[in-house]
Nanobody
Framework: QVQLTETGGDSVQSGGSLRLSCVASGANYRSYCMAWFRQPPGKEREAVAA???????SVTRSVDGRFTVSQDDSKNTLYLQMNNLDPGDTAMYYCAARFSGDPYEFRVNPCRVIRGQTTMSLPNWGQGTQVTVSS
């Protein structure tokens, strides 16, 4: 059974930085699409950043230049480096993933974030980690 566990959420001042981590366990795969989502209080969930097993990344426009997604395959860990945080970034942050036995699946079906959504559904989700940014 696939399990995703996020850590790294915290309360920080505006302008600060955080790095979120998401450890994947229980998955057997040849390729993956993984993404970070966030849901601010009272608002809809939006995709923030995505990365595939070839290392191709995409981020939503509102965080471009401030957030960076990366992965360490040796640790089965996805990261989200968040810099220059502002109160508008306050949200519960989730990681999500689709794993595949086909090593080339995400070359044929790109894993991207477009207008706050991912280009494919991601069936595996973590429980979330809270990020709070105060002014």
């Amino acid at each position: 059974q696939v399990q995703l566990t996020e850590t790294g959420g915290d309360s920080v001042q505006s302008g600060g930085s955080l790095r979120l981590s998401c450890v994947a366990s229980g998955a057997n795969y040849r390729s993956y699409c993984m993404a970070w989502f966030r849901q601010p209080p009272g608002k809809e969930r939006e995709a923030v950043a995505a990365i595939d097993s070839d290392g191709v990344t995409s981020v939503t426009r509102s965080v471009d230049g401030r957030f960076t997604v990366s992965q360490d395959d040796s640790k089965n860990t996805l990261y989200l480096q968040m810099n220059n945080l502002d109160p508008g970034d306050t949200a519960m942050y989730y990681c999500a993933a689709r794993f595949s036995g086909d090593p080339y699946e995400f070359r044929v079906n790109p894993c991207r974030v477009i207008r706050g959504q991912t280009t494919m559904s991601l069936p595996n989700w973590g429980q979330g980690t809270q990020v709070t940014v105060s002014s």
